[in-house]
């Protein structure tokens, strides 16, 4: 049983922005409101809500240097809402959760842990932390959950997970952990609800492609690959990430530049990608509607769907077929056009749009009688949050669930041998 008024705030932060969500405690937790911080340290800061009752939207400008002071206006701001007082819990979205299976509140132990990864990712894990324990000082006695990006992956089996590095690196917890993971649980949760359990425990490939884009290969609602590996930016080219970068093109780089580690991280994560490519905007939208005029953006274009079209192919093989594929984040959801081009060339799979659907967004595109069903869906994170929230805020205490590394190193491992075509005013919807 639930309380009643009794709420869940949620919180997610990106490079550059905190997404922020209320909802009220239940079973399925329904929002009250959602909103973002976006831009933060630009100079240029915006802070935007919506209120799902009467779909009521406010935006205006704030002063938010760093995530400290974004942070601080969130809570002065929340402080004025009547729900403020009924929240029970907080939610974080914590980009790496290593080894945890699920979430998990947040003390003293599990913050020392974290910091501890913070060299895996520098640019995402610090702001989380830095988030957590400013509300702690604020509310020391609200309990904060931490819901990992990567407790989806954990259980990958053990030939996806190694990194053909020297062993002792792997006993310091170098391996692929795979992101995205609260993306693809809900989208596992949407897919069972509107196929069926037997068919969403089929071979699924779910692409999550936005700003930061990843695919997942599901086979019995499990991950068994993923294209992210040791950080985010690893995988397919995103906006402003390289994606996977031959280690000679670092090590020349590094040399030939004078470039340091931070440069590096830099140039990786927020210089390359589309926007490298394209010199213009780290923004498909944009590169489309300027790609019959400039052939960097048709480039960058190209290149993501070629990718992404690669990284079906490889999964499929890994399921051994497919029975499902589902598009989402900003531009899996909202573009048709990108949707068209990186399926065009695999019929050979199996897989075949209706344009008409495909066309109108609707939330299944595949063609009568395709043998893959192609679904668009989309993703919610801070729902999921919320609903993970729930059930570890009330649930009976239960061991925490980690699967130690080093146990499952020892497991025996098997042997294995081995467009133009459409309408311009179709490119986006969103």
Same mark, same amino acid.
């Given at each position: ?84 007082? *009924? /929240? ?9 959760? =290593?080894? #945890? &299976? %699920? ?5 003293? $132990? ?83 609800? *509107? /196929? ?9 490939? =779910?692409? #999550? &492609? %936005? ?5 997942? $290969? ?213």
């Amino acid at each position: 049983m639930y309380p009643q008024n009794s709420n869940i705030l949620t919180i997610n932060a990106g490079s550059s922005s905190i997404k922020f969500a209320m909802y009220e405690v239940a079973e399925n937790p329904t929002a009250k409101f959602y909103g973002y911080i976006d831009r933060i340290g630009s100079g240029n800061e915006a802070f935007t809500v919506t209120y799902v009752e009467g779909n009521e939207k406010n935006k205006s400008t704030i002063y938010a240097p760093g995530f400290y002071q974004a942070t601080i206006f969130l809570i002065e701001w929340l402080k004025n809402k009547p729900d403020f007082n *009924r /929240i029970k819990c907080i939610g974080h979205r914590i980009t790496n959760g =290593l080894n #945890h &299976l %699920g979430p998990k509140v947040i003390d003293t $132990a599990l913050l020392a842990e974290l910091k501890e990864s913070t060299d895996y990712i520098p640019e995402r894990v610090p702001t989380e932390i830095e988030i957590v324990e400013t509300f702690k000082i604020r509310y020391p006695s609200l309990k904060q959950v931490a819901c990992f990006d990567t407790s989806f992956h954990v259980n990958l089996p053990r030939i996806a997970k190694i990194l053909p590095i020297p062993r002792r690196f792997e006993r310091a917890g170098i391996h692929r952990y795979g992101f995205h993971g609260l993306s693809f649980s809900h989208l596992m949760m949407e897919l069972k609800k *509107r /196929i069926g359990v037997k068919k969403a425990n089929g071979k699924v490939i =779910l692409a #999550h &492609l %936005g700003d930061g884009a990843c695919l997942a $290969a599901v086979k019995e609602g499990k991950s068994i690959d993923t294209s992210m590996g040791f950080t985010p930016t690893g995988g397919l080219v995103m906006g402003s990430r390289s994606g996977d970068l031959d280690p000679g093109v670092v090590c020349y780089l590094l040399n030939k530049e004078r470039m340091g580690a931070k440069q590096m991280d830099h140039l990786t994560n927020y210089e390359s990608g589309l926007l490298g490519i394209s010199e213009t905007s780290a923004d498909m939208h944009d590169l489309l509607l300027k790609e019959d005029m400039d052939v960097r953006a048709a480039e960058a274009v190209a290149l993501f769907c070629y990718q992404v079209r690669k990284w079906i192919g490889a999964f499929t093989t890994a399921l051994g077929g497919l029975d499902v594929l589902v598009f989402s984040g900003g531009i899996g959801e909202n573009a048709p056009i990108i949707r068209s081009r990186i399926c065009q060339k695999l019929d050979f799979l199996g897989i075949e749009l209706d344009e008409d659907q495909n066309r109108k967004n609707s939330s299944q595109i595949s063609a009568v009688n395709n043998t893959v069903l192609v679904k668009v869906i989309h993703t919610d994170e801070g729902s999921i949050i919320a609903k993970s929230v729930a059930q570890e805020y009330f649930k009976d205490d239960k061991p925490d669930q980690t699967v130690p590394y080093k146990k499952r190193e020892r497991q025996k491992v098997t042997r294995a041998s081995v467009r133009r075509n459409l309408d311009k005013s179709n490119v986006w919807d969103g």
